[in-house]
Structure formats: C-alpha cells, structure tokens
C-alpha cells in the first residue's frame, strides 16, 4: 500500500483484500458440498448455502456497491435470487469482491468523513456516516460467510479457516519474501 493513502485508504483496503481472499475460500468450501444439502434449508436466515450466497450477491453487490459508487439506490427484496446457477454465483461473487479495493483508493480521503445519501429499498431517504456503513458491507458479509461455516460443519462438511488475523499474517509473511 502506498504510504500516501489515509488510514482510513489503509483500512478499507485491508478489508477488501480480506474480503477477495475470504469470498474466495468460503466458496472453494461450498464448492464441495452436494447440490442437495447446497439448497437444503439448513435454518440460515436465508434457508440455505444457496440462498445466504444469493442474499451475499443482492446486498453486498447490487444495492451496496451500487450505492457507494453511483449513488444509486436500486429497489431489490433482499431474499432475490439473482443467480440460480451456483457457478455463476460464485463468479459473481468474486468479482463483486474484486471491485470494492480499486474503489476505496479512488475516494478523497474526506469522503470518509462525510454521509452517505442514499433512499432505503422502501424508497426512504437515508444519510448516514459514509465509514460506518462501509464498515458495515464488509461487517455483513462476515456475518453471512460465518453462517454458512456453521452450516458447513453441521452438513459434516469442513469450515474454512476465515479469521481476519489470519489473513493479516499470510500477508506479512509474502511481504517478507524477496
């Protein structure tokens, strides 16, 4: 990272390279679990594997992102399913990931202390601290890939290693190869 970038430039890019690298692996994960208990309802929120990754998709990527950087506010229900296909998904999923760190550079580092404006999916507008609910995208996100590493190790399947620190620590020990 360069050593122009605010610490809030620092964080947030941090996060969404944490981000990229824990999509990545829950999804390498799911990728072994049958198509039957993929879709099982398995008690999530959002049922099941399927439809927490779906929901993933939907507020991460479609209403989030676009918020952040169109201002846009489109009208989804949260529980949509985007993409049936659960390769397809994947793929979206990844990318979508991929877009938010060349995004958190391009921002002045004032943005971060502003609002953000944006109208709720009831069409209610909304301002509120523009670092907080960036917090929140990637805070989300934890929450759905912990629930389904709880769903995982309940359908006998392994749970992937996904604790931030972890990835903290794979990254130093790259930046200290020659």
Do not use: C
């Amino acid at each position: 990272m360069s050593t122009s970038l605010s610490p809030f430039h620092t964080h947030f890019i941090r996060q969404a390279r944490y981000h990229v690298w824990a999509t990545h692996r829950l999804l390498d994960a799911v990728s072994r679990v049958s198509d039957e208990d993929y879709k099982r309802d398995v008690g999530l929120f959002f049922k099941s594997i399927h439809g927490t990754l779906n929901h993933l998709l939907v507020g991460e990527h479609l209403l989030w992102y676009a918020r952040f950087s169109k201002g846009a506010s489109p009208m989804l229900a949260l529980d949509a399913e985007i993409e049936p296909d659960r390769e397809r998904l994947g793929q979206a999923l990844k990318g979508g990931a991929a877009n938010w760190e060349h995004l958190i550079a391009s921002w002045p580092a004032e943005r971060f202390n502003g609002q953000l404006d944006y109208r709720t999916m009831k069409g209610v507008p909304q301002s509120l601290p523009f670092a907080a609910t960036l917090a929140h995208v990637f805070n989300h996100a934890t929450h759905h890939r912990g629930q389904i590493t709880a769903a995982l190790t309940a359908l006998g399947q392994p749970g992937p290693e996904l604790d931030w620190v972890y990835h903290l620590q794979l990254e130093a020990a790259e930046a200290k190869k020659p």
